[in-house]
């Protein structure tokens, strides 16, 4: 993923973000510090944010000199008690909305279900170990076949990611254990990984990481649209 463009050229990123765990923190935090550098972000939350959470990111989602932090509600009410199915089910359409009409350079989902998204942007997959705990301990309240069903709707997104993330390398493991092997996958944990920017997984990461996918997908679209198949290093 050697290919980038310039990280300040990124105008719009689409972050989506539930309510499991401390998604919240970790998704409000990168979209504050990305609209700081001066990318439009637009978070896609299917539940409303804590009060503690738009108490310290509140001010900047109407937009700050630099750059703009916007925030959308699903507008379906989830209890928390729903099974996964449901939930995908109910966000797909409502995310494909946003993607088109927002028209974002990278969709960043922090939420299990949606990587086959109809979108026309690469799809990063952040899978976090609070996720796959809560998908254990809704597997125990569901039949078996109705779960791999479930299992196999995960499994088809994360492969049509064009990078699937984890905060560490057990997390990873364990992702690649349950749902498959993956094109191409990122260990977030700056400690345990020699790759560059795996070390370097701060802010401006992200912002290289985008650009490298981004130049990807449109250097496909251009061999594409010319009949030739670019070899991308």
């Known amino acids: 993923m050697n290919r980038a463009v310039d990280p300040t050229s990124l105008s719009r990123i689409l972050l989506t973000v539930d309510a499991i765990g401390d998604a919240w923190h970790y998704v409000f935090g990168l979209a504050t510090e990305l609209s700081s550098r001066g990318a439009e972000v637009l978070v896609a939350a ?3 944010p804590p009060a503690d959470v738009l108490r310290v990111s509140g001010p900047t989602l109407d937009g700050r000199a630099g750059g703009d932090l916007l925030l959308e509600v699903a507008p379906f009410a989830l209890t928390g008690a729903e099974p996964p199915w449901r939930v995908a089910a109910a966000a797909k359409p409502w995310l494909e909305r946003l993607a088109a009409a927002w028209a974002p ?10 990587g086959a998204l109809a979108v026309d942007a690469p799809v990063v997959s952040v899978v976090h170990a609070a996720a796959l705990a809560w998908y254990d301990a809704s597997a125990q309240r569901f039949p078996g ?4 069903r479930q299992d196999e709707v995960i499994a088809r997104g994360l492969r049509r990611s064009a990078l699937v993330a984890a905060p560490t390398a057990p997390v990873l493991e364990t992702v690649g254990k349950r749902y498959g092997a993956f094109p191409r996958t990122l ?12 070390r370097a997984w701060s802010v401006a990461s992200h912002l290289h990481v985008y650009g490298a996918l981004i130049a990807e997908s449109r250097a496909r679209r251009a061999s594409t649209d010319t009949g030739t198949c670019a070899v991308l290093r």
């Open 105 to 114: 350079d990278v969709v960043h989902l922090s939420t299990l279900g949606h």
């Open 145 to 148: 076949p109705i779960w791999s």
């Open 46 to 48: 299917l539940q409303a």
């Open 187 to 198: 260990v977030l944990d700056t400690q345990s990984h020699a790759d560059l920017v795996a």
